[in-house]
């Protein structure tokens, strides 16, 4: 490390909270690589992905309400993005579109500028539009003497520009996403509205949004007109960036020869899911909201809580009597039978011929981690991670969460079980963090380094390659206790685009 770094170097590391060790261990991965994850089949209904019946679904949200009560329960938002992506096809309209030569139609049909044509089609019926009408007036005060194409020009001018609303370099936690009763809603909203199912008597509902600082005072203008919940705030800690390099795996250096960190993506906010207190937390991403299909979403919300707090259940009594010692083989029997098939956790065949003393220590090992109950929607082309049975370098077959940048599509076979997915990952997440002692695990031990990934991008106009800490939910939870459950696709209403916001489950409410 000497040789890589000067004096001045580590001192700026250190001062910065960054770990040598972490960064040792990031340009060994440069070098070497990062080998691909080793995929064995997807996940399948009946083969790692759990299927309920509407009597067992019943049973299930029954269950976590009249459970809930002993837990304390918290939402989790990731909400630091931009919005940027989601006004990406506007950005590039403005950049290119001719206005003295060119008509909108013409730049439409020219460039297959599909999004575009339902953009302006469906202006009206965005939740912003009468805001955005009102500041472009405001802006070009001979609006109603421009011909149509100057005025869409001028809106979207407006909509995405610093002297008007700047939408897409602001958060997607606040932007304008519904309207209710004549009121503007936005997805931090949605996201309080929705935490309803876990409310209990006399308690504040607690949601935690790790979000950007500067925008802090935006999310806070929202939040606190909700008193009755416990509303906290995150960043993401700059001790989690990562450490850019050149193509020769060098490390990068900008003006005053200082390293330059880049941020490490969302697997570093394990370190803040890690920070909070609560017994049983869900994840969901901030743009995941819907005007009418919060029946369906409470339900599904209270599933996945029911089959938590039963396995979590059954798994505390394991662990109170392995941890006894006094163990029958008949139980050990039970107790593998219910590792393998419905924590999908295979033992290896060579367990029978353990002796009966570390049988019961391989099995507590096995089930003495976080638990994590993932919603999986039927896969209808949506971009995303999905759910596989993932092989590890000691052969251990586990469920996975994966990326697709974490498959080798190169690979014929990986990439044909990569196309075999009959199901997506939504983010529809509730985790179990403390152990059957009621301490909370140290999420950070349950992370497997090798999911990470390498990325090119470019700084100052030159490549470099950036290192993409394990993702959240892929491997920052590589290690620990997954089910799988299948939840109905209309639980699933992301906006990855503004052109989002015109779906039926952002337009109207029925309740």
């Excluded at 269950?63 to 630091?80: C, G, L, Q, R, W």
């Excluded at 919940?229 to 960036?241: A, G, K, R």
């Excluded at 029997?333 to 220590?361: G, H, M, R, V």
Aim: glycine share 6%; aromatic share 12%; charged share 25%.
């Amino acid at each position: 490390m000497e040789k890589i770094f000067t004096e001045d170097d580590l001192i700026y590391i250190q001062n910065r909270g960054n770990s040598i060790d972490k960064i040792q261990q990031q340009l060994d991965f440069f070098i070497q690589g990062i080998p691909k994850i080793n995929l064995v089949r997807s996940a399948k209904v009946g083969d790692g992905i759990w299927q309920f019946s509407e009597e067992e679904k019943n049973d299930f949200v029954i269950y976590f309400d009249k459970h809930k009560a002993n837990y304390s329960i918290e939402k989790f938002v990731p909400a630091s993005g931009a919005a940027t992506r989601m006004f990406k096809f506007l950005n590039e309209f403005l950049n290119e579109f001719d206005a003295e030569n060119d008509t909108i139609n013409s730049y439409i049909n020219k460039r297959n500028a599909k999004d575009v044509s339902i953009f302006i089609f469906g202006l009206k019926n965005f939740p912003f539009y009468k805001g955005l009408k009102d500041k472009t007036i405001q802006l070009y005060p001979n609006y109603y003497s421009l011909s149509n194409d100057a005025k869409y020009f001028a809106l979207i001018k407006t909509l995405l520009s610093n002297e008007g609303l700047d939408f897409a370099n602001k958060p997607k936690g606040i932007l304008p996403f519904h309207v209710r009763n004549e009121k503007i809603i936005t997805p931090i909203e949605e996201n309080i509205f929705e935490s309803d199912f876990f409310k209990k008597e006399d308690q504040k509902t607690k949601i935690h949004f790790t979000i950007t600082e500067e925008f802090q005072p935006d999310f806070e203008k929202i939040t606190n007109a909700f008193p009755d919940f416990e509303i906290s705030f995150s960043y993401q800690n700059q001790s989690t960036d990562t450490l850019a390099v050149n193509e020769d795996n060098t490390p990068f250096r900008v003006e005053d020869n200082k390293l330059f960190f880049r941020p490490g993506g969302h697997g570093a906010l394990i370190d803040n899911l890690n920070a909070l207190q609560s017994d049983i937390i869900y994840i969901k991403n901030i743009d995941n909201v819907s005007q009418n299909q919060r029946r369906v979403i409470e339900t599904n919300k209270k599933l996945l809580g029911g089959v938590l707090l039963f396995v979590q259940y059954k798994i505390f009594n394991y662990l109170k009597l392995l941890s006894s010692g006094n163990v029958t083989a008949s139980q050990i029997a039970e107790i593998k039978d219910f590792a393998e098939n419905k924590t999908a956790f295979p033992l290896p065949e060579e367990f029978s011929f353990f002796q009966t003393e570390y049988k019961i220590e391989y099995l507590f090992k096995v089930l003495n981690r976080p638990i994590r109950v993932c919603g999986m929607v039927k896969n209808e082309g949506e971009p995303g991670g999905g759910p596989f049975w993932v092989q590890d370098e000691k052969g251990r077959q586990t469920l996975q969460i994966v990326e697709s940048s974490q498959i080798d599509l190169n690979n014929k076979s990986q990439k044909n079980i990569a196309k075999e997915a009959t199901h997506f990952n939504p983010v529809d997440i509730v985790c179990g963090v403390k152990n059957y002692k009621g301490e909370k695990f140290d999420l950070t031990q349950f992370v497997d380094p090798k999911a990470a990934f390498i990325t090119e991008k470019t700084k100052n106009g030159k490549p470099i390659k950036a290192f993409e800490l394990p993702g959240l939910w892929n491997g920052a939870m590589a290690k620990w206790t997954t089910i799988f459950v299948e939840v109905p696709l209309e639980t699933f209403n992301p906006v990855k685009t503004v052109n989002d916001l015109l779906k039926p489950a952002h337009q109207s409410d029925n309740g």
